[in-house]
């Protein structure tokens, strides 16, 4: 008997699903995107610019097989579901889907799985669509847009300067940290002194003379305020009042992943890893089931059914006086508002009810999220603040400290914002008091701080530039590329980063920054709303962007190779460093009329000994230079790692442990070692 089949991206979430749907269901995975545009035609970009930019899609590598099965699978079914992730690029993976699958238009259904509980998935099972060719076609408008800029951009950095790749988003966010490193460089400190009075045990800061704000720029203005302070000082006024601090909304992507690094000490790649995980599905022992809802979103909403449970959630066990207000934020510029902020499934899967089925890392990027949307739905936190003006010969200092009144949000929310009470003592408006100490001290301000992972992300999100999903990728490909090096959990632009910024911003100045990629993301916002044409969108981009490139391809300077200070034995050239498709090499300078290519002599590196064999697990290097760990017997013995293995088996399975995350874990089953 035939089945109705729903196809998703991940395979442990077609397993939760299946689990959900019952007998007269079949779910599998796709296993992520299926085609991708090709690499032939006019350029390499698999688009045919003289067509109206028609792009040519082919099955990406290594998904042959899968696509054979699920065109069996669609063939055996009654109809078909495509349940791919509920944003463009899953509208975009069902697109494909369906056409290299054949779907026929009346056989099939789109359902947009925002959480994964079998509530939810019923619901929506209950409530098909189709696929949004709108949203298709912005996806596949940014998919064009970045082959092309990525292809001629980078094949032009590669034959100048042996950069490795430009990118429509990636080069804008490495000329912000470029633009930095310079800010700071150029940076000329200036000096100025700060006067506090220690009275009563409070600090008290110079702030005015009389109703002026001060300014002491070097040690003499600090002395001459100093000469001219006599012995008492005058509390002219105290005041009291109560101020209220308000919790911030639920996460959307770029907050989860700024909050994350900044609190757990997570890279964004690793964050949205672990992210996906708990929207997939956990195992709980009694259930499978997405303890989050989908972290791909900039919407800050909630829905009502989530908000009344919290309520009564915190009622009864916070108390009434403790719900707060709910933070639903209506549409606003570049929001895409298809589903709602990253929360909890359940209010009632409380962090510690769970932590036994989770990972340490998955519990604790799973209690930020509770409690932060937890937090967003409760009342004010409310401080008691006093402020002490004292007066003394018309110079005036302040001092202010607070006590909190009320937790509100913080009752829950205090492991990630810390509140600290400053007292200051019950003194007497009017009446004069003494000075136990009198502080001079010399400062030089700071030049502006380099980007955190976390503030860069902040950046190019108060930017309007590339996309939340987006941000983890463009990170790691700019570390990937070596563009630039981690220093105190701080980017720091290398000197090929450098240069690559210089050269893209010499010849594509007016399209490779800030507001070029800010309209082009609102440009595609509206392709998605139907308010524009994609094909327009591409040809009027294109019709300025390719003279551009063919100028750079003719005027920029081509970088000399570097010469290694040995000769060439055939013909007496230098020999200077090459980079060809396996990596760098050392060839003669007289190519092509000498042919030399000097032989190096590998050097092994061995990390430990094979469990599955009596070889070395030596540390190898892939075509595209990433490093891996291979038996020295491959390819009789075929084990290999991308973590760095250690020698010792999994007490759990007997396969090899391995170095991820500053952590020893099993290459194989979820064991992790106690540290």
């Known amino acids: ?18 689990k959900y749907l019952g007998n007269d269901y079949k779910v599998v995975a796709s296993q992520g995107h299926i085609r991708d545009l090709a690499t032939s035609g006019p350029l390499g970009l698999g688009v045919d610019i003289e067509n109206g930019f028609k792009p040519n899609y082919v099955p990406l590598k290594g998904k042959k097989k899968i696509i054979s099965a699920l065109k069996k699978d669609v063939k055996d079914a009654s109809h078909v579901i495509l349940a791919t992730d509920p944003d463009r690029e899953g509208e975009a993976i069902s697109w494909h889907l369906k056409e290299a699958l054949g779907i026929k238009d009346k056989d099939y259904d789109r359902v947009l799985f925002h959480e994964i509980t079998k509530d939810k998935v019923l619901d929506a099972i209950k409530h098909p669509t189709k696929i949004d060719d709108n949203l298709v076609k912005s996806q596949e408008t940014r998919r064009i847009l970045d082959r092309i800029i990525g292809f001629r951009l980078s094949k032009l950095l590669q034959s100048k300067i042996k950069a490795k790749s430009a990118g429509r988003v990636q080069s804008v966010a490495l000329k912000l940290i470029v633009d930095r490193e310079r800010e700071i460089a150029s940076f000329v400190p200036e000096e100025y002194f ?31 305020v100093l000469e001219s302070l006599g012995d008492d000082y005058n509390l002219s006024s105290i005041e009291k009042k109560k101020r209220k601090k308000a919790s911030r909304a639920p996460f959307i992507t770029s907050t989860l992943q700024q909050e994350a690094s900044t609190k757990l000490g997570f890279t964004a790649k690793k964050t949205m890893s672990i992210a996906q995980k708990l929207y997939e599905g956990i195992d709980l022992g009694t259930e499978t089931v997405g303890l989050i809802t989908y972290m791909r979103t900039d919407s800050i909403r909630l829905s009502d059914e989530f908000v009344g449970s919290a309520f009564h959630y915190i009622e009864e066990n916070f108390g009434k006086k403790y719900i707060g207000y709910t933070k639903h934020a209506k549409k606003t510029e570049n929001v895409q508002d298809a589903h709602e902020g990253i ?10 009810k769970v932590k036994q089925y989770l990972s340490n890392d998955e519990f604790k990027l799973y209690s930020l999220i509770y409690k932060r949307a937890l937090a967003s739905l409760m009342a004010d936190a409310i401080m008691d603040q006093t402020t002490l003006i004292f ?9 202010t400290g607070s006590i909190l009144n009320f937790d509100g949000y913080l009752k829950v929310y205090s492991d990630y914002e810390k509140n600290e009470d400053k007292i200051i003592p019950e003194l ?7 000075a136990s100490d009198i502080l001079s001290e010399q400062h030089f301000t700071k030049p502006p701080a380099r980007y955190t992972e976390a503030k860069l992300i902040k950046e190019m999100e108060d930017l309007g530039i590339g996309r939340p999903s987006t941000y983890a990728k463009t990170i790691d490909t700019i570390k990937e590329r070596g563009y630039v090096k981690i220093e105190d959990k701080k980017f720091v632009p290398t000197e090929i980063g450098i240069e690559t910024t210089d050269k893209l911003q010499e010849f594509f100045s007016d399209i490779i920054n800030v507001e070029y990629t800010k309209n082009m993301e609102e440009e595609l916002d509206k392709i998605a709303d139907g308010n524009l044409v994609w094909n327009e969108v591409l040809k009027e981009f294109y019709d300025v962007f390719e003279p551009r490139v063919k100028k750079a391809f003719s005027d920029m300077e081509k970088k000399p190779a570097e010469e290694t200070g040995e000769k060439c034995p055939n013909c007496g050239s230098p020999l200077v460093k090459r980079t060809g498709r396996y990596g760098e090499f050392v060839a003669c300078s007289n190519y092509p009329e000498c042919k030399y290519i000097k032989k190096e002599e590998k050097q092994e590196i061995v990390v430990c000994n094979c469990l599955k064999c009596d070889g070395k697990i030596l540390e190898r290097k892939t075509r595209r230079g990433k490093t891996f760990y291979g038996c020295s017997n491959f390819p009789k013995c075929k084990e290999a790692f991308w973590d760095k293995p250690i020698g010792e088996k999994c007490p759990n399975c007997g396969e090899m442990l391995v170095e991820k995350d500053n952590k020893i874990k099993c290459s194989k089953c979820d064991y992790e070692k106690a540290q």
Request: hydrophobic share 30%; charged share 35%; proline share 4%.
């Open 1 to 18: 008997m035939s089945k109705n089949l729903v196809i998703v991206e991940s395979p442990s979430k077609s397993k939760t699903i299946e």
């Open 343 to 352: 929360r909890p499934t359940s209010i009632l899967r409380e962090p510690l």
């Open 428 to 434: 007497v408006e009017g009446n004069n008091y003494k």
């Open 194 to 224: 700060t006067i506090t009075a220690i009275i009563e045990d409070v600090e008290a800061s110079l702030f005015k003379y009389k109703d002026d704000d001060i300014k002491l720029h070097n040690e003499s203005d600090a002395n001459k």
């Open 391 to 399: 007066n003394n010969n018309d110079y005036k200092f302040k001092a």
